[in-house]
């Protein structure tokens, strides 16, 4: 597929994985709607993006509140006239363990990796469907395998992801439009500095948004990476759940 002169609307594209694919896309002279929480980072990556050939509209949005995305899902239609492509790619993660369980730190994972990206699907569908034709991105990741220690929030708010993408990808192919998951395993960015634990095969984000985009292209429905984690975590989701939980056991904070 071919994405010059597709309207792109992108979520989370001030840090990470987002801002990487910002770069990336822009050079595909696209029409590209950033939406991130931080405008004066949007801002300062339009003006950068300027000269790539695409038309760049930043617009300030926080995915964990309907009203937002609702005002921006507009301002894009009212721009570019239609979104083609969506990717939802905004993420939040906090490690909390048992010592520290705090339910208002689910509901912020959940608001912003999970009812973030639902609320973009309820605004797109509408016209996706009557238009029978456009391809939801949603970023999940390669941690919804298993239930990791102090990670459980996050862990299950991508399993929810992963879950709710596979179920649209096969309710919406009759309407033709395409639904991709994609899941990556360690990418370095702003939440990931944050680890205090080993990551292995952690990837530069520029590398990990341009694996991204080459299956965007190529309209896979599944966009994992790097091929040893994706082994790794295959291999954890077939073993037996005493051996998991005794390895697991030994994880440290």
């Known amino acids: 597929m071919d ?5 792109i609307l ?9 801002l990487a694919l910002s770069r990336l896309l822009a050079q595909e002279k696209v029409k590209l709607a950033l939406l991130a929480r931080r ?10 993006l300027k000269s790539s050939g695409s038309v760049i509209l930043p617009l300030q949005c926080d995915v964990s509140k309907k009203e937002d995305i609702r005002k921006s899902y507009l301002e894009v239609k009212s721009q570019f006239g239609q979104v083609d492509i969506a990717i939802l790619n905004s993420g939040f993660s906090h490690r909390a363990g048992v010592e520290h369980f705090e339910v208002d730190v689910a509901r912020d994972i959940f ?5 973030g990206m639902l609320y973009f699907i309820e605004e797109l569908l509408p016209d996706f ?23 459980g929030f996050y862990n299950a708010s991508k399993a929810a992801t992963t879950f709710l993408l596979e179920s649209l990808r096969i309710e919406l192919k009759k309407f033709n439009i395409k639904v991709i998951t994609v899941k990556p395993g360690f990418v ?37 990476f790097p091929l040893p984690m994706v082994l790794g975590t295959k291999l954890l989701k077939a073993m037996p759940d005493f051996m998991f939980e005794m390895i ?6």
């Open 129 to 151: 469907k009557c238009r029978k034709e456009g391809i939801i991105v949603g970023v999940s990741s390669l941690s919804d395998c298993r239930g990791f220690p102090r990670s």
């Open 10 to 18: 992108l979520t989370g594209a001030s840090s990470g994985i987002g």
């Open 188 to 224: 370095k960015t702003e939440m990931t500095e944050r680890n205090q634990y080993h990551m292995p095969f952690l990837m530069p984000a520029d590398k990990a948004a341009g694996i991204i985009i080459k299956g965007i292209k190529k309209e896979k429905r599944l966009i994992q």
């Open 39 to 48: 405008e004066n980072i949007l801002r300062r990556l339009a003006v950068e």
């Open 3 to 7: 994405l010059r002169g597709k309207t």
């Open 248 to 253: 697991a056991g030994r994880i440290k904070k």
């Open 111 to 115: 608001d912003v990796n999970v009812f």
